[in-house]
């Protein structure tokens, strides 16, 4: 079984940009002992996690460990959060969705103005950057009249391709500013959207544009108790040998289960109302499904069953995974409802899915100043950040490897050699 460490130590790791071998000497130990840490087969020693922690804190704060990027399509800025993580420097952003602006205004510190309808902003407007990031809706691209364009001898190419769709935009911004790198997110059947042409095109705009790219499908289990797939591309204006395959992940099945997000309720957590109340702070009666709400969804279930249909409600406990969590998951939470003794279970809380989002995580808590509706909306459409923070690490090197007269290995930071190694 692997160690729940490890993926933090793997994380530290490629944040580094450091190589097995390079842990081994800095550390003492054999590059054999390193793997172990690396595959979790062994459990490394916590000074080793405090002082790699430690290191990349500083690495970050270093002047030429900074970049700068802007989020768009933001929501409540998961992508945010994954790029600050490495110590990126957020410059722009952009967000329609005025209740997830609020969210995000009371979690980040701001500088500059939340924009709208990111086609309605001025390129000139958008200041310089290093990097773009997005989460972008998908919509249907049409290549009708290319052909017709053809014979009057007007300009196509992604142009034609894309107008009216908001990969437009991303393509529009990316041609104006030439940032160094990009990553976009979208759901896992972007691939199969319209018999693939959606996904050719913008492989195609992309490499219209000169950035050389790759693309990873990543299912968050791995992070949280999840089962949530979804696409990645990551870009780079120039060809800096970035792999996707080379970003090593923890296998699905290896990931926590749901008792790692739950409410413990047997007051080891203080009470945050409406959440949770009372001494053992209990979660509040108000998420349990009504006996009404309950009964329609089993005879709905039972209905599709007899059909010979999939369809149904994902009934779980704290020792399972959940399945994918939906923006539609205010209206009946159908898709995960936690079993509870001799009662009807109940929806997660809004906390719980700021958890089963990694917007929560043991050094940080998201303020939630929504509605439960809305919070469930936020969070169903929002990414997970910690998959974002692992891709923003093993982007770094190559976002930094770009800057004038400083090569990857001397972004590395260098442990002190004369750290004593003692008890944690």
Known sequence: MRHKKIGEFSALREQAGLSIEDIAKITGNSTRTVYRWESGSVNPNKLVLRTLRDKVEEYRMNDYGKFTFIDLFAGIGGMRMGFESIGG???????????????????????????????????????????????????????????????????????????????????????????????????????????????????????????????????????????????????????????????????????????????????????TYPYTEGRMAKVNEKYTLSPKLWNYLQQYAAKHKARGNGFGFGLVTPEDTARTLSARYYKDGSEILIQQVNKRPRRLTPRECARLMGFDSGHREIKIPVSDTQAYRQFGNAVVVPVVEAIAGHMLPHILGEKSGVSNKQLRFEFNQEVVYKND
């Open 89 to 271: 420097k957020c410059l722009f952003t952009s967000e329609w969705d005025s209740h997830s602006v609020k969210t995000y205004l009371s979690n980040f510190p701001m500088t500059h103005q939340i924009e709208g309808d990111i086609t309605k902003v001025n390129l000139d407007d958008i200041p310089g950057h290093d990097v773009l990031v997005a989460g972008f809706p998908c919509q249907p691209f049409s290549i009708a009249g290319v052909s017709k364009k053809n014979a009057l001898g007007k300009p196509h190419g992604f142009r034609d391709k894309i107008q009216g769709t908001l990969f437009f935009r991303i393509a529009e911004i990316l041609e104006s500013h030439r940032p160094k790198a990009f990553l976009l997110e979208n759901v896992k059947n972007l691939k199969s959207h319209d018999n693939g042409r959606t996904f050719g095109v913008i492989c195609d705009t992309l490499d219209e544009l000169g950035y050389t790219f790759d693309t990873r499908i990543i299912d968050a289990k791995s992070f949280v108790p999840q089962h949530r797939e979804r696409i990645f591309i990551a870009g780079f204006r120039k060809d800096t040998g970035f792999n996707f395959a080379a970003l090593k992940l923890s296998k699905p099945e290896t990931g926590p289960k749901l008792k790692a997000i739950l409410h413990p309720e047997d007051g080891s957590e203080k009470p």
